[in-house]
């Protein structure tokens, strides 16, 4: 039988911290008593408990990581638009349909 290997390593060990800060927010804003918990030792909490916590931690670094992307994205999108389109003093200028005229 292969020996058990533990699978929830983070992947970035500096964001460890910020994990455990983001765990122990999370599980006061649900009213979970975090005196139980005795280090990194969740055990006294019931499975409930520590799926909630965990549930909401997934929820939260996915809307994180969609807020980046979608930042990341439109700031691509507006430096490619900048370097498309050179850049025109189009003040006091009318537009007929989708086409300026001076």
Same mark, same amino acid.
């Given at each position: 039988?292969? &020996? ?14 910020? =994990?455990?800060?983001? &765990?122990? !927010?999370?599980?006061? !804003? ?5 005196? =139980? ?17 965990? *549930?909401?931690?997934? &929820?939260?670094?996915? !809307? ?18 900048? !370097? ?5 003093? =189009? $003040?006091?200028? $009318?537009?007929? *349909? ?5």
């Amino acid at each position: 039988m292969p &020996k058990s290997r533990r699978s929830n390593r983070t992947l970035v060990p500096q964001a460890r911290q910020a =994990l455990d800060q983001m &765990k122990y !927010e999370i599980a006061n !804003e649900l009213n979970i008593p975090t005196h =139980l918990i005795q280090g990194d030792y969740w055990g006294n909490l019931s499975a409930r408990d520590c799926g909630s916590v965990g *549930g909401n931690m997934v &929820k939260r670094m996915i !809307e994180a990581a969609q807020a980046s992307l979608a930042a990341t994205t439109m700031a691509g999108v507006r430096q490619g638009f900048q !370097e498309f389109v050179p850049s025109q003093d =189009l $003040t006091g200028t $009318t537009w007929q *349909g989708n086409y300026p005229t001076q």
